[in-house]
């Protein structure tokens, strides 16, 4: 079952703030984080592997939440560049053999 | 150097048809994964390939096969292709299992 993610899409202008959300019925083990720009390939932005884990890297961080089964990713003072589909991937099973994907998360930024 | 490469790029073909997929990989990773996205963006895995363990998405139908001839290859091919198979189709590869995933540049499939 895949995990949900929301909001579906969001638009920002430049220099603002977002979050996204990934949840999950069931326990997770990890999380993926990975942007796809248009017509391009998923690009890897960082894994949680614990509960209460944070990562961040420059202006973009997430976090993973094992109790309440979720990870939010959040993009600080948005740029041009950070436009694109986010998509969260989990690992259900405790194995790490396979990522589910959420259904993506399309965010544009304008100037 | 490119580190995960498909070819071809685009592939248009007729329903029923057999096609295959290449992929290859450069960065010494042990495992390798499709994953098929189709038009509404959805990423679904297909299939991942690790120390000659092959895992199979369990909603992939068996026209669907994956061959590995060594640990940098990993080729999809696929049988009596179907409308519904239209899609991008991603290789990938990781060092190891819940390693970051390296995205090839995708394959679109067209079928008439």
């Known amino acids: 079952q895949q995990p949900v993610q929301s909001p579906q899409a969001v638009i920002l202008r430049e220099g603002e703030d977002a979050v996204i959300n990934c949840s999950s019925s069931?326990?997770?083990?990890?999380v993926h984080w990975y942007r796809q720009k248009h017509g391009e390939a998923p690009v890897f932005l960082m894994i949680?592997?614990?509960?209460?884990e944070q990562k961040g890297h420059e202006k973009i961080s997430a976090s993973f939440n094992e109790k309440k089964q979720q990870s939010s990713l959040y993009l600080t003072a948005s740029q041009l560049s950070y436009s694109g589909t986010y998509f969260c991937?989990?690992?259900?099973?405790?194995?790490?053999?396979?990522?589910?994907f959420g259904s993506g998360t399309q965010l544009t930024v304008l100037p | 150097d490119t580190a995960v490469s498909q070819t071809p790029k685009y592939l248009v073909t007729q329903m029923g048809n057999d096609k295959s997929i290449k992929c290859e990989q450069n960065?010494?990773?042990?495992?390798m994964y499709w994953y098929k996205q189709d038009s509404k963006k959805f990423l679904k895995i297909m299939f991942s390939?690790?120390?000659?363990?092959?895992?199979i998405n369990e909603t992939v139908p068996n026209r669907f096969s994956p061959k590995s001839p060594d640990k940098a290859h990993l080729n999809l091919h696929i049988n009596s292709l179907e409308l519904g198979d239209s899609a991008v189709y991603f290789c990938?590869?990781?060092?190891?299992?819940?390693?970051?995933?390296?995205f090839g540049d995708g394959t679109r499939l067209s079928i008439l």
């Open positions: 390939y690790n120390n000659k363990e092959l895992i």
């Open positions: 069931k326990a997770l083990y990890s």
């Open positions: 991937g989990t690992d259900l099973s405790g194995s790490a053999r396979q990522l589910t």
């Open positions: 960065l010494g990773h042990d495992t």
């Open positions: 990938a590869s990781s060092q190891a299992l819940a390693q970051p995933q390296h």
């Open positions: 949680l592997l614990k509960g209460g």
